[in-house]
Every structure is written in structure tokens, then in C-alpha cells.
């Protein structure tokens, strides 16, 4: 071969090389963009399926018992209760009382 047809072939490599370098950039943009547009629909979904409860004293709840969901059983119930709402208050607190046993506590409004 000689210097000028090795000049060429290499000229040749580096064009290819540029253009799967810049194949794989715009791929890479593609992708990320899709992922934005994916993270955004997802996020959307999960705010509408995440709606704030309101409640009212004297409305009956169920509380939701985090101790159980570590011992994992087909007949274990996560959701204590019934409870009534004594007390709302904001910021998502919320007083409850277990007629049961006449207790009163304060517990966050996720947990209901």
C-alpha cells in the first residue's frame, strides 16, 4: 500500500468512526428524552392514583398496622380497627380512638 492510499483508508476509518459516534449520540438523546416523557407520564399517574383522603371526626377507619407487614402470612390482616376520628388536625395529623379499649392516640393521615 501506499502513504497516500493508507492516508485515505484512515481518513475513511475516522469518517466512519465520526459518524457511529454521532449515531450514537443522537440514540442516546432519543433514549433519554423517551425516558423524561416516560418519567413524567408515571409521575402524573401516581399523583392522580395518590389523592388526599379528607376526613371528618366521627368517620370510621381502619388503621394500618406496619408490625405485621414484617411477619408475612396469608391470614394476617395489615389494617387494625375500626377506629372514629376525634380530631383532625393539619399538616396530615389525625386523632383516633379505638372503641374497644377507649384509647385515644394521634397518628399520621398515610397511615389510615
Known sequence: MSPSSRKRASCILAVKRQG????????????????????????????NMTLWKEFKVGQKVLLFNSHLKLIAGKLHSEWDGPFVITNVFPYGVVEIRNEAIDKTFKVNRHEL
Open 20 to 47: 457511529k459516534k454521532a449515531l450514537r449520540e443522537e440514540l442516546c438523546l432519543k433514549a433519554y428524552e423517551k425516558s423524561n416523557i416516560y418519567q413524567k407520564k408515571v409521575k402524573c399517574y401516581h399523583d
